[in-house]
Every structure is written in structure tokens, then in C-alpha cells.
């Protein structure tokens, strides 16, 4: 079994801040952990994925996210947020790459000019 | 990235009539592809997995004979929402797995259908 719990179903920031979005999961297994984007009236969009290996991974329009079995979490950020990262992100889990996908409830992001 | 094709993007309908919706893995092979259902301010809820050549797999609570899904080739896989009712309006997204990298457990989705019933 497994499940995702995303930390604030609303989160602001002002431009240029830091962003942090939280993400705990629940696994059996070792876990594959995904964060998407969603635009609004739009599908899904891989922003990074942990499967193995390095703990610390990089994902596309500078995120990042960090892996951390102890603390059972992976937390997505970026240094400095722009106007165009206002969108919804979802956390989700995978018990391997066969298995289903479990998505968290999602966080939207607002960016305060 | 691998890239999935979602038709039609905005769809109105009358209570009482059938709708399709389509989903297509443009670049690459899916032997599975999954049906998603969202509701205005809430996550992606699973409503069946749907594989080449065979029955689709549905989530609990989901009607089978409400929900059709055919999965005919490696590349299409299609919802048909049947005698639609006001309650079935949402947004539908699809979403695949690319074969090769298949254990990724990357999803590549569709960019959604937005279904309202009259």
C-alpha cells in the first residue's frame, strides 16, 4: 500500500522567494516519488522523479527535490520563485515502475509580484 | 519527452447522450494507459487502468457500464462516458507509459478533457 500526503493545500510566496512545497508518502516498498505540474485546464507535466541513486534530484525550470528515506519525505524546491510558476503540483508515489501511481491531493502555488 | 494526444479538449453535451473520448501515445508504444477523473480543486482520482488487448482494470466504486474503455492498439486507448448525466461532468485525463522506459514509472499525460452535460 501506499499513499501521499501533500503539507498546504495553498501556498504563496512572493517573487523571488524561496519555494518549498512538502510531500510525505507512505510506501511498502521502496518508493519511485514524482512531483508534476499542472496548469490550469491542462494535463500533467513531469517537473522531477527519484527511482535510485542520488538523493538530491533536479527537475526541470530549476527545481529540485531531495529524497530522504528517514524522514519519509520529498520536498519539492526552488531558490527563487517567477510569476510563471503559479500552477497546482502534485506529489506522487510508485511502488516500482510497473505499479500504479498514487497522487497526493495537490498544492497550489501562488507567486505575489 | 514522450508525447499523448487528448481529443477532444472541451466537449458539451446533452443529458442522456454517449461521449468518447480519446487518447493517443503519439512517439511511442503503451501497453497500459490510466483514466483519470479531477474535480475542481482536488487531486487525480484513478478510475481504471486500460491495456493492450485486453479488459480494462477499474478502480473501486467506478461503473463499468458507465465508464467504457477500449484499449485497441499499442497507441489509443478511449473513454466513452455512456447516457451522460450533469454529474459526470469533469475533467478527464489520460495518461500512458512509454515501454522502453518502462520502469521509470514515468506517466505522460494527455492534456485533458473537459466534459460539461446539459
Known amino acids: 500500500a501506499q499513499s501521499v500526503t501533500q503539507l498546504g493545500s495553498h501556498v504563496s510566496v512572493s517573487e523571488g522567494a524561496l519555494v518549498l512545497l512538502r510531500c510525505n508518502y507512505s510506501?511498502?516498498?521502496?518508493?519511485?516519488l514524482f512531483w508534476y505540474v499542472q496548469y490550469p485546464n491542462q494535463g500533467l507535466q513531469l517537473l522531477l522523479k527519484?527511482?535510485?541513486?542520488?538523493?538530491l534530484v533536479k527537475g526541470i525550470n530549476g527545481f529540485e527535490a531531495e529524497f530522504k528515506k528517514s524522514e519519509t519525505s520529498f520536498h519539492l524546491t526552488k531558490p527563487s520563485a517567477h510569476m510563471s510558476d503559479a500552477a497546482e503540483y502534485f506529489c506522487?508515489?510508485?511502488?516500482?515502475?510497473?505499479?500504479?501511481?498514487?497522487f497526493g491531493t495537490g498544492t497550489k502555488l501562488q507567486v505575489i509580484p | 519527452g514522450a508525447v499523448v494526444s487528448q481529443h477532444p479538449s472541451w466537449v458539451i453535451c446533452k443529458s442522456g447522450t454517449s461521449v468518447k473520448i480519446e487518447c493517443r501515445s503519439l512517439d511511442f508504444q503503451a501497453t497500459t494507459m490510466f483514466w483519470y477523473r479531477q474535480f475542481p480543486k482536488q487531486s487525480l482520482m484513478l478510475m481504471a487502468t486500460?491495456?493492450?488487448?485486453?479488459?480494462?482494470?477499474?478502480e473501486q466504486g467506478v461503473e463499468k457500464d458507465k465508464f467504457l474503455i477500449n484499449h485497441a492498439s499499442l497507441t489509443l486507448s478511449t473513454l466513452t462516458v455512456t447516457s451522460a448525466h450533469p454529474e459526470d461532468s469533469s475533467f478527464y485525463i489520460c495518461?500512458?507509459?512509454?515501454?522502453?522506459?518502462?520502469?521509470?514509472?514515468?506517466?505522460?499525460f494527455g492534456e485533458g478533457s473537459r466534459l460539461t452535460v446539459l
Open positions: 510506501s511498502s516498498v521502496p518508493p519511485y
Open positions: 506522487a508515489v510508485s511502488g516500482s515502475g510497473y505499479q500504479k501511481v498514487t
Open positions: 495518461s500512458a507509459r512509454d515501454e522502453v522506459l518502462r520502469g521509470t514509472g514515468e506517466l505522460f
Open positions: 527519484y527511482t535510485t541513486g542520488a538523493t
Open positions: 486500460s491495456n493492450e488487448g485486453s479488459k480494462a482494470t477499474y
